[in-house]
C-alpha cells in the first residue's frame, strides 16, 4: 500500500513535515496537539495512557510528563516512518506491521486509526496555520492511509 504512493504526495507530505520540524519545540507542539484531539475525538483512548477517559486534557494530561515524553515520541516516530518512505519502504512496511501488533498488546484498537488521522491531520493544521492546503490536507490523508493500512492489518491478524 506504501509503495503505490505517487512521487507528488510523498513529497508534499515531507516538504510540509520539513517545515513544521523548523518551528520551536515541534515535537512536543504537533504531539501535544495531536493526542488533544485524538482524545476529543476518542476519549476512551485515555485509558491506553493510564487516564481516566474523563481526565481533563488541558488540566491533567497535557502537564503530565509520562503524556508530553510519549506525545513527543510519537512524533519522532512519525519523523522516523517520513523519512523512510523512498528508498526504506519494505524495512517501513514490516516495522509498520511490528508496531501493529505490538499495538494490540497496549489496547489500541483498529478503530482509533481514521480517528488518529484526523488528529494528525489536525496537528499538522494547527501547526502550518495558512501555509496547509488542500492539496497538502489530500497528500497528507493518502500518506496516513497508507501507513495505518499495514499497522491495522497486522492488529487484524494478531487479534
Not at 515535537?27 to 493526542?35: A, H
Not at 510519537?74 to 506491521?97: N, S, V
Not at 497508507?146 to 491495522?152: F, G, Q
Amino acid at each position: 500500500m506504501v509503495a503505490d504512493m505517487s512521487y507528488s504526495t510523498v513529497s508534499a507530505v515531507i516538504d510540509s513535515w520539513e517545515e513544521i520540524r523548523r518551528l520551536p519545540q515541534y515535537e512536543e507542539k504537533t504531539g501535544v496537539s495531536l493526542f488533544k484531539k485524538l482524545f476529543e475525538l476518542e476519549p476512551e483512548s485515555k485509558a491506553i495512557f493510564g487516564f481516566s477517559k474523563t481526565a481533563d486534557v488541558e488540566r491533567e494530561l497535557s502537564k503530565a510528563p509520562r503524556f508530553i515524553k510519549h506525545a513527543k515520541y510519537f512524533i519522532q516516530m512519525i519523523d522516523k516512518a517520513l523519512g523512510m518512505l523512498g528508498p526504506d519502504i519494505e524495512l517501513l512496511t514490516e516495522i509498520l506491521l511490528d508496531l501493529g501488533a505490538k499495538h494490540v498488546g497496549y489496547g489500541v484498537k483498529p478503530e482509533y486509526f481514521p480517528s488518529m488521522g484526523r488528529a494528525l491531520i489536525h496537528a499538522v493544521k494547527e501547526q502550518l496555520g495558512d501555509r496547509f492546503t488542500d492539496e497538502m490536507k489530500d497528500a497528507w490523508v493518502e500518506v496516513y492511509g497508507a501507513l495505518s493500512y499495514d499497522m491495522i492489518r497486522a492488529q487484524k491478524i494478531k487479534r
